[in-house]
């Protein structure tokens, strides 16, 4: 019952900038961990951005200082800004969160993915 859904992905030049954004719906009691991963054929999924419901963050090294993860708590969802892209930002990213539909159950859902392309 729980649904991810993407936007904001697209192209954008080198060095240009693109938000994505990933709202919750469903049978939600509420989030703890939020955030984005990305991933490109053949490669492993890899952590982007995540923010916990305290508004601690974590990002991979290879987007600090350029993408900023941020939460609406009361929306449910959750933001990446994304700076400066440089063509090896190109991939599908999806949205994860850390769902606690009860106060004794907890799941990790996933969005269906929104493709970026950074490209002249």
């Known amino acids: 019952q729980v649904q991810l859904v993407e936007s904001g992905g697209g192209l954008a030049q080198p060095g240009g900038s693109l938000r994505l954004s990933c709202a919750a719906s469903?049978?939600?009691?509420?989030?703890?961990?939020m955030g984005w991963y990305r991933q490109v054929p053949g490669k492993q999924r890899e952590l982007v951005a995540v923010?916990?419901?305290?508004?601690?963050?974590n990002y991979a090294d290879s987007v600090k200082g350029r993408f900023t993860v941020s939460r609406d708590n009361a929306k449910k969802t959750v933001y990446l800004q994304m700076n400066n892209l440089k063509p090896e930002d190109t991939a599908v990213y999806y949205c994860?969160?850390?769902?606690?539909?009860?106060?004794?159950?907890?799941?990790?859902?996933w969005g269906q993915g929104t493709q970026v392309i950074v490209s002249l």
């Open positions: 469903g049978r939600i009691f509420s989030i703890n961990a």
């Open positions: 923010s916990t419901r305290d508004g601690s963050t």
């Open positions: 994860n969160a850390d769902v606690t539909l009860t106060t004794i159950t907890r799941g990790d859902y």
